[in-house]
Structures are given as structure tokens and as C-alpha cells.
């Protein structure tokens, strides 16, 4: 059985040496409810990131504001020393108050804490990829890129950082970034209920450039759509891997990262990549977006 035609195939950041499958995970599930403290189950935890890598993921994406810390902690405890071919790329951008809010964080010296948190929480010298991250409610204007991203592009200089991408932001704001320096991955919202970046993503595409769509199963509150669950229910699959499925098929570009803190959910969206949609199923799914019923998540 070839893993890479079960995690969908594989993907090249554009100018590196980092190939991934293009079924991932996200680490955003392993801390507490409301990605906040210490997981549920801590055994599990562990055993997800295991499980995963033995069945051939080699994409971790996470934050150190996961926790905060103990995303990256747990990664650490339960990979290190990281096996070849492993990437995890981070964000930053970001901070949690000790109400459990998120904010953003990007002044100088907060990004030169965040990478350096990263460093030190992961074990490792130099971090794969790293996002800047623009929380959402300081809105999409280009301006608010140009300082925050060259004092990334300075530590990548200096080693800390290999490859920069951006999250949560415009077409015009990676415009803005590449002025700067070159990116690789664009993290963005999206999923078969919300398609605003889909001009965006076809753009990407012809740049070489990495999509990975977060929440691509809805967020916290998880898709709603009696089409999907038939169309699931005709393909013996879950409404879930239905949706990550049809990310795979949408562009060769796509990279997934759903997350979970369960063995038997991590399954389950692994084998969500050897689900073949037919051309008439693809034409159903796309036709699903202003049906379905979601909303997006506050983070």
C-alpha cells in the first residue's frame, strides 16, 4: 500500500527541499477545551502524534499559543528527536490572555519571544516554516504586514527560521510579504461552506505556493448540510472525510491539516484521502456552499 497515495499524494514548498504529504494534522486539539491547558487525556495526546507519523504524516502544523505551550511540549515529548522528512511549521502573530482570549502580538519583541518560544518548546535549532498570523479583527489592510514580516525575514536571516509563510491574510497582504521576502505556505479559512478565497487559491496555485485551509471541517461547531450526509451516506463515508476529501480534489496545491486529539477521528481523516469523489459528486459539493449551515469561529 503506497502511504503517499493514501495521505494524497505529495507536495513541494516552493523553493525548499521540504516535501509533505498533503494529508496532515494540526495540532490546535491537543491542549484542553478551548485549546487552553492541559489535554483531556494526556496518553492520548501522545499517542495521536504517534500514530500519526507512523502512518506516514509528515506535516505538523501548530503554534506555541496552543496552551499556550503545550502544543509544541507535547510535539516535543512525544517526537523528539524528530525523524527525517518531518516538518512542523508554526505560527506566530498571536498571544492568549489568562481569560482565554486571543490577540494579536506584533511588535518586534513579541515576534522575536514567539520564535524563540517555538525554538526552545520543539527541541530543535530552526524552525521549518513559520506563519505571521493577522488576527482577524485588525483587518486585511497591506500596511499591516511590511514591519511584522521583515522581523521574521531578519531571523530567518539569521538562521532561526527557514522558510516564512503568512495566515489569515489578503491577496493583498502576501503581496505585501513577498515584497519582502518569499513565501511558501498561505494558511487561510477555508472549507466546502466557505469559499471566499477561491480566486485566491487558484492564484496560488500558479505560484507553486502551499494552500492550507484551517477549520476545514467547519471549527467548533462542525459542517451542517443534509446533502453532504447523503452524499457521505452514498460513499459508505462520514460527512467529514466527504469535506476533506473534496479539499484534496479542489487543488493540487492543498494542504490539510485537521486536527484531533482522538486515534479513531485521526483515522478516520486519513482515510478521508483515498476517497475518490466522482466529477458528479465534486459538481454536488461545489454546489454547496450557500446551502450549508456554519459559522465562523472567533480565533
Not at 518531518?86 to 489568562?98: E, Q, S, W
Not at 527560521?161 to 491574510?169: D, E, K, P, R, T
Amino acid at each position: 500500500m503506497n502511504v503517499a497515495t493514501n495521505l494524497g499524494g505529495t507536495f513541494t514548498f516552493p523553493g525548499t527541499r521540504l516535501t509533505v504529504h498533503r494529508m496532515g494534522y494540526g495540532a490546535m486539539q491537543l491542549p484542553g477545551p478551548g485549546v487552553w491547558g492541559p489535554p483531556r487525556d494526556r496518553n492520548e495526546a501522545i499517542a495521536v502524534l504517534h500514530e500519526a507519523v507512523e502512518n506516514g504524516v509528515n506535516h505538523i502544523d501548530t503554534a506555541d499559543f496552543y496552551g499556550p505551550h503545550l502544543s509544541n511540549q507535547l510535539i516535543r515529548e512525544a517526537l523528539h528527536p524528530y525523524r527525517d522528512g518531518l516538518v512542523i511549521v508554526t505560527k506566530v502573530g498571536a498571544r492568549r490572555d489568562d481569560n482565554k482570549g486571543w490577540h494579536g502580538a506584533l511588535s518586534r519583541q513579541e515576534l522575536i519571544d514567539a520564535v524563540h518560544d517555538n525554538l526552545r518548546n520543539l527541541g530543535i535549532d530552526s524552525l521549518h516554516v513559520v506563519n505571521l498570523r493577522i488576527h482577524p479583527a485588525m483587518g486585511n489592510a497591506a500596511e499591516l504586514v511590511a514591519e511584522p514580516f521583515t522581523v521574521l525575514a531578519e531571523l530567518q536571516q539569521q538562521g532561526l527560521i527557514q522558510h516564512l509563510g503568512v495566515s489569515a491574510m489578503s491577496a493583498a497582504q502576501l503581496a505585501a510579504a513577498q515584497r519582502i521576502a518569499p513565501v511558501v505556505c498561505v494558511q487561510n479559512m477555508y472549507n466546502v461552506a466557505h469559499r471566499e478565497d477561491d480566486t485566491f487559491i487558484e492564484s496560488l496555485a500558479q505560484q507553486g505556493i502551499a494552500y492550507v485551509p484551517f477549520f476545514p471541517l467547519g471549527g467548533f461547531s462542525p459542517l451542517q448540510s443534509s446533502a453532504l450526509n447523503d452524499i457521505a451516506a452514498s460513499l459508505q463515508a462520514t460527512p467529514m472525510q466527504v469535506a476533506l476529501s473534496w479539499l484534496l480534489h479542489r487543488s493540487p496545491n492543498m494542504l490539510l491539516i485537521p486536527g484531533t486529539s482522538s486515534r479513531a477521528h485521526l483515522r478516520e481523516n486519513i482515510q478521508a484521502a483515498s476517497l475518490n469523489l466522482s466529477a458528479e459528486v465534486l459538481s454536488e459539493l461545489d454546489a454547496l456552499g450557500a446551502e450549508m449551515q456554519w459559522a465562523a469561529p472567533h480565533v
